[in-house]
């Protein structure tokens, strides 16, 4: 199973360090996900990761600092809802990915044809949202996999920790996202937690 780690929304002191390290250990790709900063402010955030990173991070705000500092890729949603303009000719010329949030598996479905891959959210009850509470029962996503729904471009989001991927994994997930069970972790902990959700992710 495929592992993607978004940040937090808000930019923490020695945020940066700890992504390098993760990078460093293996983390497949980085969501950058700060809807409250600036153009500017995520710019001197990228500077401090190292550029061999860069084709690995996906932003979902400021697009165009995609192109500007060649990164991996661009996330679509509610603020952000199309691609920007000049997409498809940069496509045309280096690997970039786009992908979107859906919040229903028909939406999903519909959205499939159109991106790299899909977060579908919320597949249990969110840790770093209050009151988000899972939108799908187990048998509607058997269902959805039965159907070829739940490929390996869709993403489960939403209350992701590493005590629940072996349940994914029966689900038939082949990817997930996590936020809240990572970051919501003293510093000194980020790591090796991370290091045990991928061994659990191989598994």
Known sequence: ??????????????????????????MHRLHLRKP???A???????NQIH????????????HDLVRKMHLGGIHLNSRNPQPPTWFQQEAKQRQITISRSCHSISEASEQLPHSDYIF?????????????????????LQQAAAQGILSEK????????????????????????????LWSRPTPTIIPHFQSILAQSRK
């Not at 780690?5 to 360090?17: N, S």
């Not at 500017?40 to 990228?46: A, D, G, K, P, V």
């Not at 869709?154 to 809240?180: C, D, K, M």
């Open 1 to 26: 199973m495929k592992i993607i780690i978004i940040t937090t929304p808000e930019i923490r002191q020695g945020e940066t360090k700890i992504i390098n390290a993760l990078f460093q250990e293996g």
């Open 51 to 62: 550029p061999v990173y860069r084709n690995r991070i996906v932003l979902h705000d400021h």
């Open 154 to 181: 869709i993403y489960a989001l939403g209350g992701i920790t590493l005590n629940n991927l072996p349940t994914l994994h029966r689900l038939s997930f082949q990817g997930a996202a996590i936020l809240g069970d």
């Open 40 to 46: 500017s402010q995520l710019e001197e955030y990228i």
């Open 120 to 140: 579908l959210s919320p597949i249990f009850d969110s840790i770093s949202k209050q009151g988000y509470q899972s939108a799908y029962t187990a048998e509607e």
């Open 36 to 38: 409250k900063a600036k």
